[in-house]
């Protein structure tokens, strides 16, 4: 059982170069969510999604796109990348089931943008 | 907006001794509370929760407490030990959201020395 898996686990872009970071569970699970985590800061809530189709805006979500055609992919596409979003970024999931199910978190993208 | 952040940045102990880290929360509307360790390198790692109708619940070497009066929420680590050191993260949910929209605190850092 593998849980959230992502990747790349690192990348390098240069600014304005695209790219989509992959993230997949193999729980079943109905909810995932993008998160970025910055130094001093804690992790942020970039977007989300409750099912297959259904996405929505987390707290910081200009600049990336998401899509959820399956339940078990959730990629997240930067489309024009920038210095500012250098970050490390995690993706979630938890089950929708289960009242109060903590978040499962991949081992997350360290993206660096230059 | 509503954040929820911590006191102490890094908390050193010795191995052995009992570790408190402190969480400090804003929004009123809270009806869920988990602590997350995340190791160097790892995304963040479910430890414990607690339920806002509650102040006190245990697991196994952790305990976390639950101020509403003061908003104040905290995890106690009985006979820490070196591989306890990690950055601990509280994060809390609003009463009517999902578990996709957790809000997380800014981290503090436990070091353990032998």
């Known amino acids: 059982n593998a849980g959230v898996t992502q990747t790349p686990k690192f990348q390098v872009l240069k600014t304005g170069q695209s790219m989509t970071l992959q993230c997949a569970q193999d729980?079943?699970?109905?909810?995932m969510s993008w998160y970025r985590q910055d130094p001093g800061m804690g992790l942020r809530l970039i977007h989300y999604?409750?099912?297959?189709?259904?996405?929505d805006q987390g707290e910081v979500p200009n600049g990336y796109n998401v899509s959820r055609s399956t339940t078990e992919d959730f990629p997240l596409r930067l489309l024009s990348a920038a210095p500012s979003q250098t970050s490390v970024y995690f993706c979630?999931?938890?089950?929708?089931?289960?009242?109060?199910?903590?978040?499962?978190f991949g081992n997350g993208t360290r993206l660096t943008v230059t | 907006g509503e954040s929820v952040g911590l006191h102490l940045p890094t908390l050193s102990v010795q191995e052995g001794d009992n570790s408190i880290i402190n969480c400090a929360y804003s929004?009123?509307?809270?009806?869920?509370f988990i602590w997350y360790k995340q190791e160097s390198g790892k995304g963040p790692q479910f430890i414990i929760d607690?339920?806002?109708?509650?102040d006190k619940r245990q697991g196994q070497r952790v305990t976390v407490l639950l101020n509403k009066t003061v908003k104040h929420l905290s995890l106690q680590i009985a006979a820490t030990q070196p591989g306890d050191s990690a950055v601990y993260f509280c994060?809390?949910?609003?009463?009517?959201?999902?578990?996709?929209?957790?809000?997380f605190g800014t981290g503090t850092r436990l070091l353990v020395s032998p």
């Open positions: 979630a999931s938890s089950s929708a089931e289960v009242y109060n199910s903590p978040l499962h």
């Open positions: 729980m079943n699970h109905e909810y």
């Open positions: 999604s409750v099912g297959a189709g259904i996405t």
């Open positions: 929004n009123s509307a809270s009806d869920y």
């Open positions: 607690i339920r806002s109708n509650m």
């Open positions: 994060a809390e949910k609003s009463r009517g959201t999902g578990f996709q929209k957790l809000v």
